[in-house]
């Protein structure tokens, strides 16, 4: 076995250049593990250095506009019609894809759960993939699906790939190493890792188990939000999202590669590692970013502005303004607005929200909602602050007060989000949930007025 990849892979958040990554966000990049591999001024020579084939990996129609266009050219040992075989549907586990229209009892209403304990059990990142809710349809190319990933076991000569949407990962407890076609990425809690519909890879552990959630976005690829009136700075910065460099393996051990394809689950035995792409360039790649690099934005004097704001990525759908699936982060902030209440207030929401928790308290929420947890504000169903938030938030000396310690995230869709039935039925669920709000008292007086 011959594996070539790139030592020292850091994921400190402090330094500007991190080795065995290229900084920026979209780019069209350039880069060879072999001097010479990548062919200057063509895309397919007819003859490639090293013997190596080239090819094309779309993630965009041929003819898509300029800005939304993405492929990248791949350098490899072997073409991929060669890691494939004869594929045979496989159990797919507790994975689910939209239209999932699986009965439960459940009804409709704001919901919440504990974390799911870590098993015993061996489980890959493919066999521990459990999904919470879908929303929209895969086959259209709309809609979203929210899975957690429980791993306890590497995969080892095990790849795996979608073809149903691309892959957003936010590592809650318990690092993950992703060894893709176009080489490794590092995460750890409070950073995430973009995987693009297609692309192979295999997940690794570092360290002792792991979880994570999952956002499959079925549409168009995440992107940056437009800032609007906020300018060229702040929120998630171009620089600081980072794709790998290439890492090849030249591995002839044989193994399984497995596909989500159309909602199933296939695998098909192949000769060797399908990680074997020596150089590449393009734009359509993995990549991650490191949630504690986001610089928020917010009120400094009064109310507290749309969620939006705290926006990462967006992948928009076919109606301006409107998001296929929006990934937000709560995070580490100051909170300093005058004569208002600064937690996010109560609202009905066109679209759908699915909230966990990495680390930290979530100040809307501070009682119940635990890291590794998860709720669910499906669409014109009313939310906000429980209680005790409520009062707290209604007679503290509003001072400036530091959010700290805290990052909670939101993947939120203009489709409704359908619980599984593996979800409906979790011992986590919080069947009391909505007592949260039960504290709630009316305090209507026709003949008392604030000051002010």
């Not at 995460?187 to 192979?200: K, L």
């Not at 002792?208 to 998630?236: K, Q, S």
């Not at 680390?359 to 890291?371: H, L, T």
Request: hydrophobic content about 35%; glycine content about 8%.
């Amino acid at each position: 076995m011959n594996v070539q990849t790139v030592s020292g892979l850091a994921t400190a958040r402090d330094s500007a250049i991190i080795p065995g990554y290229m900084s920026g966000f979209g780019n069209s990049f350039e880069t060879e593990a072999l001097p010479g591999a990548l062919p200057v001024g063509r895309n397919s020579p007819q003859k490639v250095n090293y013997g190596l084939y080239a090819e094309q990996l779309s993630g965009s129609p041929f003819t898509a506009p300029q800005a939304t266009n993405q492929r990248s050219w791949l350098y490899r040992i072997r073409p991929s019609v060669k890691h494939t075989g004869r594929y045979r549907k496989v159990d797919r586990g507790l994975i689910r894809t939209a239209p999932d229209r699986e009965e439960n009892d459940l009804p409709i209403g704001q919901l919440r759960w504990s974390p799911i304990p870590i098993p015993d059990e061996p489980l890959t990142f493919v066999t521990g993939l459990r999904t919470i809710t879908t929303a929209g349809d895969s086959d259209t190319q709309a809609g979203m699906a929210t899975h957690v990933a429980l791993v306890t076991r590497s995969m080892a000569n095990e790849y795996f790939f979608t073809a149903d949407g691309e892959m957003l990962v936010v590592a809650q407890a318990g690092g993950l190493r992703f060894r893709t076609e176009f080489g490794v990425i590092d995460i750890e809690p409070g950073q995430i890792c973009v995987i693009p519909r297609g692309v192979i890879f295999k997940v690794e552990l570092l360290g002792g188990p792991a979880r994570a959630y999952v956002c499959e976005n079925y549409g168009g690829a995440f992107t940056l939000p437009d800032r609007g009136p906020i300018g060229a700075n702040c929120l998630a910065n171009p620089r600081d999202f980072h794709t790998p460099v290439a890492a090849y393996e030249d591995d002839e051990t044989p193994s399984t590669l497995f596909a989500k394809w159309g909602g199933a689950l296939y695998a098909a035995e192949i000769g060797q590692s399908p990680l074997d792409v020596v150089a590449w360039h393009g734009n359509y790649a993995p990549y991650r970013y490191d949630l504690r690099r986001f610089s928020p934005v917010g009120a400094i004097l009064f109310d507290h502005p749309d969620p939006s704001i705290f926006t990462v990525l967006t992948a928009p759908s076919e109606t301006r303004g409107t998001a296929n699936v929006d990934f937000l982060i709560f995070p580490e902030r100051w909170s300093v607005a005058e004569d208002t209440f600064r937690p996010p207030w109560y609202h009905r929401n066109i679209m759908s929200e699915f909230m966990g928790l990495v680390y930290g308290v979530y100040d809307a929420k501070p009682e119940g909602f635990a890291p590794g947890g998860f709720s669910l504000h499906n669409q014109m169903l009313p939310h906000g602050p429980d209680a005790q938030a409520f009062e707290h938030a209604s007679t503290c000396e509003l001072k400036p007060v530091k959010l700290a310690d805290t990052l909670a995230f939101m993947f939120e869709t203009r489709y409704p989000q359908r619980v599984t039935r593996y979800a409906a039925a979790l011992d986590v669920r919080q069947d009391d949930y909505i007592a949260c709000w039960s504290g709630l008292k009316k305090r209507f007086d026709p003949h008392r007025r604030e000051p002010g």
